[in-house]
């Protein structure tokens, strides 16, 4: 990424709001009042180390840590010998940021809105201790398929949130989709009193990573199987399966996997239709065709649904 020690790549905007770093809930007393807008800094290093060593970063490794703040996640990460852009938008803490690391070569300061500013091209991982407001839109940014190259991410969110992004099912379709493509678990939960000022909710440690062992196919596939589930929920799980193959071999999918076939599509974790979707490039690979089996199949090899793993 081709960007100056400090660039100031991106206007701010100027208005006064929460996503300038709040952690969501308003202060209540003098003594929780936030600095800076909201802003709830990690103070526990314990945190910032566990974060630091689950990113696996080290020499060779491009880092982005969005928000950086005052260098909290910064220090660690710099101290693994990784290259890390740490991107802050505002310019008090870019001030400080870059007074802190003007000796260190592997940082680099950045003023800019995680938002938009332009993202490394080759693989890189993010550690962040993010705005509340922001997540999802960095989520949506970071995993955007065409978009980047992250390798994993470690985030810092509203705990709440990381459990509706780990859910078995997903409420929404765009969070089903990650999951296809990127396995997404909780490391941690980190109380209020691991930031300065404290926030009034529990924090989560959320780990974002790429998954190997999902072929584009069957994640094209996956796709296609979720937009279905999810846009008629009712439907029969064997229907919106056989819209892809013939009945009887959705139906014995579907009985493989422990799904009922006649059960409404919205039943089905997002993880089974995953794996459906994996043999479904399978049968698509037996039949030496490139797009997803439609007509009738020659014989079946085993009616058992394998493994993402199964499938390497
Ligand atoms: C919760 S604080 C965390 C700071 C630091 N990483 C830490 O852990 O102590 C969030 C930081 O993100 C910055 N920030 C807020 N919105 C941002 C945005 N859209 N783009 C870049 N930084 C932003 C804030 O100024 C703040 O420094």
Do not use: C
């Not at 065409?146 to 099912?169: C, P």
């Not at 062992?213 to 937009?227: E, F, G, H, N, T």
């Not at 229907?239 to 422990?258: F, I, N, W």
């Amino acid at each position: 990424m081709a960007m100056p020690r400090h660039s100031r790549t991106h206007q701010r905007s100027g208005r006064p709001n929460r996503q300038n770093g709040a952690k969501r809930a308003p202060a209540k007393t003098a003594a929780q009042a936030p600095n800076h807008a909201g802003i709830h800094l990690l103070r526990d290093p314990a945190v910032s180390a566990r974060m630091v060593r689950s990113s696996g970063a080290g020499p060779g490794d491009l880092v982005v840590e969005l928000g950086a703040g005052l260098g909290a996640l910064t220090g660690p990460l710099a101290a693994t010998g990784a290259r890390v852009i740490a991107v802050e938008r505002d310019p008090r803490f870019v001030a400080k940021l870059q007074r802190r690391f003007s000796d260190d070569d592997g940082v680099r300061v950045v003023e800019a809105d995680a938002r938009t500013v332009m993202l490394p091209h080759r693989q890189y991982a993010v550690v962040a201790n993010i705005p509340y407001a922001i997540s999802t839109a960095l989520l949506r940014r970071l995993l955007d398929p065409e978009g980047t190259s992250v390798r994993q991410a470690d985030l810092l969110v509203e705990w709440g949130f990381a459990k509706r992004m780990t859910d078995t099912h997903p409420r929404d379709l765009e969070v089903a989709w990650w999951r296809a493509r990127f396995e997404l678990s909780i490391a941690g939960r980190v109380g209020p009193g691991s930031f300065r000022p404290a926030p009034s909710v529990d924090s989560a440690h959320l780990v974002v990573r790429r998954r190997t062992d999902v072929s584009r196919q069957q994640a094209r596939l996956a796709r296609r199987l979720l937009q279905d589930a999810y846009r008629q929920p009712r439907r029969a799980a064997r229907d919106v399966l056989g819209a892809h193959v013939p009945k009887k071999r959705a139906h014995r999918l579907l009985t493989s996997t422990g799904i009922d076939p006649p059960a409404a599509a919205a039943t089905v974790p997002a993880a089974t239709w995953l794996l459906l979707a994996g043999e479904l490039s399978a049968d698509a690979a037996d039949a030496g065709r490139s797009g997803p089996a439609r007509g009738p199949q020659p014989p079946k090899r085993s009616s058992r649904a394998r493994t993402p793993a199964e499938e390497r």
